[in-house]
């Protein structure tokens, strides 16, 4: 009698179905295993291996081709391994249900972990016991779990995947690796052979495992007798790669040195995986993917704080475990030895310990005879000596990050060997690279450089801040004269002439808003050593950036330790200068008094040093401030015996300045606004001949504010419109918000509502983005319109 026919999954009639599956659980083995196999693809009814390769390949997980011999050697009998994937694919290609491919897989997966050890076909398992405290690390553990399990191409599937976990001491590597290795294994996965060897790369006890020594012990462990292993390297790592062809194995080579003491140990099988870690970037091992560990974020931190201080504690004090986190610079092993230390002293609150660590830092993460110092310590004694010098250095460095130019003025070298210095730490996982060409040292490493530069000093230990601190003022003197900065006081053309250059004057403002906390740290660090000169000369380089970008809060902090740093050096013109720039920041952020304090003061000793220019420069400022107290009479006289005072080439851009500002005053007076277009025109014609920009655009500005109050408009828009385009090109929010609240003003005055609007809208962006006060009057233009 004729059997049935039955359409399967397959796409055609295969022929007759059987009519009991096989049980993958009474598979005793592997062997049990490969005919329970067989006698599926009889159940669906036999079909060819090519028929059933062309179904199989979509199955897998990423889609690929799967050539029918593939499929015949896995039916086999006597094989030592199968590939779980192409199982499982096989499996559902045979038309096997979702809940039934689950049971052939937990059978699959027990087969091979049962299968006996001991022996070239046994399974060999060397890893170290997985930690029950790992925690987080889970976009980490995604990228090594799917490096190891996926091929994505012809050639990669050629070769032995090889991944190498890198970063700095303390963050983790091996534990991941190791639970990596762990989680591949228990999903049936590298099920022959697991190795392990620790290389000792950085070990303060032991000097690097001898590769040599590490092939013996693996081919022991692979069953080779004693006394068949090779005398030599080169042969022993040939034996290896032999005894491990066609044999799913993973390979775990922790504390790497470098990739000369791992090439032999890799095996060249593709069935193969080979993790490794080391503090080392190993970039010239060939074929290896690098996973660059960084420190655990707040979130991981705290849960690894939680799982060994215990969750209650933490909970209880939330702000103090953030704290401890924070301190330990969210490092594993140092949140793990806080943590460690919490749990020996349950009588601890958890903010007794956070206060321990910010007054001892590094010698306070510990737990028993563990510490994190002689961890970070081996990283800088496996250093060359120019190399520890570099780093030590860095522990001079104020800032939150540096630079190759900044590096090569800490140092006294030039600026390519510097740049060397600093990739040559990064490869050594000392340093980062978070933005190309800035470096930085993470927080607890930056301790470490600390302690070593106190410990270690240079023989003139002032010298490195010295030399930093003096490029970044010839640095920031060339950027503050390209951005046009204006009566510029310090150091000479000549000083700044070794200095950076810069293309134009976005390349120059782009610098300081680059460095502008290495400026300020550079500053207060001067300041705290005694460099009373360079402390007020930085302020002065960094004014007129200040002023563009309105770092208001910024400039008065400079400028405050600017005037302390004039004063201690006995300086009494450079003081005098220091506040008037002080009074004028204060003028800036709307607390007059202060100004005018500032301005007195400044006077008194420019007469006291028989300064004419100096006073008349605290008459326009003292002027400004009366001017904006309402009091425009006496500001009218202050302008008028600055002007009386200043006469001379060296004098123009002072009485430029006198100019406008007591022309600002007459222009508020209809009587005296044909005086006061004629002191701005007057100011413009000088500012224009002495190149400033910005002082250029007020006084369009004003002139503009001229003739919108006398009714010609058109000629006041004309104005307007020049002025924004120069603050455009110059970059300035502030003026380019003065220019569009006339430009609003005056379509206003032709009653030109909508135009106004538009005008306002966008100045009231402007100064919101600056945070400047005169958000307030475009508001209430905008509410009365």
Not at 261 to 283: E, G, H, Y
Not at 314 to 337: D, H, K, N, Q, T
Not at 596 to 620: F, N, P, V, W
Not at 730 to 756: K, P
Request: proline share 5%; glycine share 6%; with cysteine.
């Amino acid at each position: 009698m004729a059997g049935k026919c039955c359409v399967t999954d397959l796409g055609g009639v295969v022929g007759e179905r059987g009519a009991g599956m096989p049980d993958p659980s009474s598979a005793a083995d592997l062997a049990d295993f490969i005919g329970l196999l067989g006698e599926l693809r009889a159940w669906a009814g036999t079909p060819s291996y090519r028929m059933l390769a062309e179904r199989v390949g979509p199955l897998m997980r990423p889609t690929s081709v799967v050539s029918h011999s593939t499929l015949v050697d896995a039916f086999k009998p006597g094989r030592r391994r199968l590939d779980m994937d192409l199982v499982m694919a096989t499996v559902r290609a045979l038309g096997v249900s979702e809940p039934e491919a689950v049971r052939w897989r937990q059978a699959c997966i027990r087969v091979h972990a049962e299968a006996k050890t001991g022996g070239p076909v046994g399974v060999l398992s060397q890893l170290p016991t997985d930690l029950a405290t790992f925690t987080g690390r889970r976009e980490e553990l995604t990228r090594l779990i799917e490096a190891a399990t996926h091929q994505r191409d012809e050639e990669a599937a050629n070769t032995v995947v090889i991944s190498a976990i890198e970063g700095m001491a303390g963050v983790g590597k091996t534990q991941l690796a190791i639970h990596a290795a762990h989680q591949l294994v228990r999903s049936g996965r590298f099920a022959d052979v697991q190795l392990h060897a620790n290389l000792r790369g950085f070990d303060a006890e032991h000097p690097p495992t001898d590769p040599s020594a590490v092939l013996e012990a693996f081919l022991r462990q692979l069953g080779v007798p004693a006394q068949q292993i090779p005398g030599t390297r080169d042969e022993r790592a040939a034996m290896f790669r032999d005894r491990l062809r066609e044999r799913h194995a993973l390979i775990l080579l922790d504390n790497a040195a470098d990739e000369n003491q791992v090439r032999d140990l890799i095996p060249a099988n593709p069935t193969c995986l080979v993790l490794i870690t080391s503090r080392r970037s190993l970039t010239a091992l060939d074929n290896a993917t690098p996973h660059q560990l960084d420190v655990f974020t707040g979130s991981e931190a705290l849960a690894l704080l939680a799982r060994i201080a215990g969750h209650d504690r933490v909970a209880a004090e939330p702000e103090a475990a953030a704290r401890i986190a924070e301190y330990c610079g969210y490092l594993p092993l140092a949140v793990s030895l806080a943590a460690a230390r919490l749990r020996s002293r349950p009588a601890w609150p958890l903010q007794h310990l956070a206060d321990k660590l910010r007054d001892g830092r590094l010698s306070a993460i510990r737990a028993g005879n563990r510490t994190l110092r002689p961890v970070f310590h081996l990283s800088y004694q496996e250093l060359d000596e120019p190399l520890r010098r570099i780093f030590r250095l860095l522990g001079h460095h104020p800032g939150p990050d540096t630079t190759p130019a900044q590096v090569a003025a800490l140092a006294d070298i030039p600026a390519d060997q510097a740049e060397d210095a600093l990739e040559h730490l990064q490869d050594e996982h000392l340093l980062t690279q978070p933005t190309p060409g800035r470096y930085e040292l993470h927080d607890l490493l930056r301790l470490l450089a600390v302690e070593l530069a106190a410990a270690e000093p240079e023989p003139e230990p002032a010298a490195p801040l010295t030399r930093l601190a003096t490029w970044c003022l010839a640095t920031g003197y060339t950027a503050a004269t390209t951005i046009g900065t204006p009566n510029l006081t310090g150091i000479t053309r000549a000083q700044a002439a070794e200095s950076a250059r810069f293309e134009d004057y976005d390349d120059a403002l782009a610098w300081f808003d680059e460095e502008q906390h290495t400026l300020a740290a550079v500053q207060q660090a001067a300041a705290e050593a005694g460099l009373h000169q360079h402390v007020w000369q930085l302020a002065e380089a960094q004014k007129h950036f200040f002023v563009v970008r309105r770092h208001l809060d910024d400039f008065l902090t400079a400028q405050h330790l600017a005037v302390a740093a004039t004063r201690a050096e006995g300086d009494r013109k450079a003081e005098a200068l220091m506040l008037t720039t002080l009074g004028g920041v204060y003028w800036m952020a709307g607390r007059l008094d202060e100004s005018e304090d500032c301005c007195l003061k400044a006077r008194h000793l420019y007469q006291a040093t028989d300064d004419h220019m100096g006073e008349a420069s605290t008459l326009i400022a003292h002027g400004v401030v009366k001017t904006h107290q309402g009091d425009h009479e006496p500001a009218d006289e202050l302008f008028s015996r600055a002007l009386d005072l200043l006469d001379g080439p060296e004098a123009l851009p002072l009485r430029a300045k006198a100019l406008l500002n007591r022309a600002d005053v007459h222009k508020s007076h209809r009587d005296r606004r044909p005086q006061a277009i004629a002191g701005f025109r007057e100011a413009l014609t000088i500012l224009r001949q002495i190149g400033d920009r910005h002082s250029e655009a007020f006084a369009l500005g004003n002139i503009a504010d001229c003739h919108r109050l006398d009714g010609d408009l058109d000629t006041a828009l004309d104005l307007y419109r020049e002025q924004q385009d120069l603050a455009r090109t110059l970059a300035d929010a502030y003026i380019q918000a003065e220019a569009l609240l006339g430009i609003g003003d005056t379509h206003a005055g032709a009653q030109r509502t909508a135009a106004a609007r538009h005008a306002w809208t966008k100045a009231l962006a402007l100064y919101e983005k600056i945070d400047h006060p005169k958000a307030t009057e475009a508001r209430r233009r905008l509410a009365e319109q």
